[in-house]
Antibody, heavy 122, light 112 residues
Framework: EGQLVESGGGLVQPGKSLRLTCVASGYRLGSFAVSWVRQAPGKGLEWVSSISGSGGVTNYADSVKGRFTISRDNSKNTVYIQMDGLRVEDAAVYFC???????????????WGQGTLVTVSS | DIVMTQSPLYLPVTPGEPASISCRSSQSLLHTNGYNYLDWYLQKPGQSPQLLIYLGSTRASGVPDRFSGSGSGTDFTLTISRVEADDVGIYYCMQGLQSPFTFGPGTKVDIK
């Protein structure tokens, strides 16, 4: 069935940058769109960004548009999210989630990683 | 953006009894292809979310048949026919029709 593993989280000061990585094992991630979904401590789920299987289409939540950049390297079975200009309100567990198809519309997330914690504090 | 609401937000349940959660969307989730793009996820304590139901009523692989989804358009329901202790956690509905994908606030299910 395979799995998704996130990494790259940590403690960062406001205004600084962080890059998260999501690696898939057991299947070709390039056939599927991938999203990042975050969960602030004690809060619900918030979709952040999506990238199509080919990488040609990306979407962002308004709360991160212009600050976060999603990308992928299908040769490495990996999706990234570059987070610049981090704010205190960006602190959360970030999950990568695999869609059931390659497109970024009409999706369902049929596999999730375990998440990586991002803490933004001075 | 499509706004998702759920009720109740907290649901104490008795093992063996049925339970249901309601989810409503601010816009219809029925696509012209005839499918409703409404998913249900369960986040068990300390775990990442897992897909339970997609397209409003289709159980994901490995999901027990005591879970069922129903509804169309803007009103949906997740039903557990006989709750088990392992079903505790937070249940989220999510619209997958269009970006930005939006989740409901979650319903915490706990054993009485």
């Amino acid at each position: 069935e395979g799995q998704l593993v996130e990494s790259g989280g940590g403690l960062v000061q406001p205004g600084k940058s962080l890059r998260l990585t999501c690696v898939a094992s057991g299947y070709r991630l390039g056939s599927f769109a991938v999203s990042w979904v975050r969960q602030a401590p004690g809060k619900g789920l918030e979709w952040v960004s999506s990238i199509s299987g080919s990488g040609g289409v990306t979407n962002y939540a308004d709360s991160v548009k212009g600050r976060f950049t999603i990308s992928r390297d299908n040769s490495k079975n990996t999706v990234y999210i570059q987070m610049d200009g981090l704010r205190v309100e960006d602190a959360a567990v970030y999950f990568c989630a695999k869609a059931s198809s390659g497109g970024t519309q009409r999706v369902r997330f049929d596999q999730w990683g375990q998440g990586t914690l991002v803490t933004v504090s001075s | 953006d499509i706004v998702m609401t759920q009720s109740p937000l907290y649901l104490p349940v008795t093992p063996g009894e049925p339970a249901s959660i309601s989810c409503r969307s601010s816009q219809s989730l029925l696509h012209t292809n005839g499918y409703n793009y409404l998913d249900w996820y369960l986040q068990k304590p300390g775990q990442s979310p897992q897909l339970l139901i997609y397209l409003g009523s289709t159980r994901a692989s490995g999901v027990p048949d005591r879970f069922s989804g129903s509804g169309s358009g803007t009103d949906f329901t997740l039903t557990i026919s006989r709750v088990e202790a392992d079903d505790v956690g937070i249940y989220y509905c999510m619209q997958g029709l269009q970006s930005p994908f939006t989740f409901g606030p979650g319903t915490k299910v706990d054993i009485k």
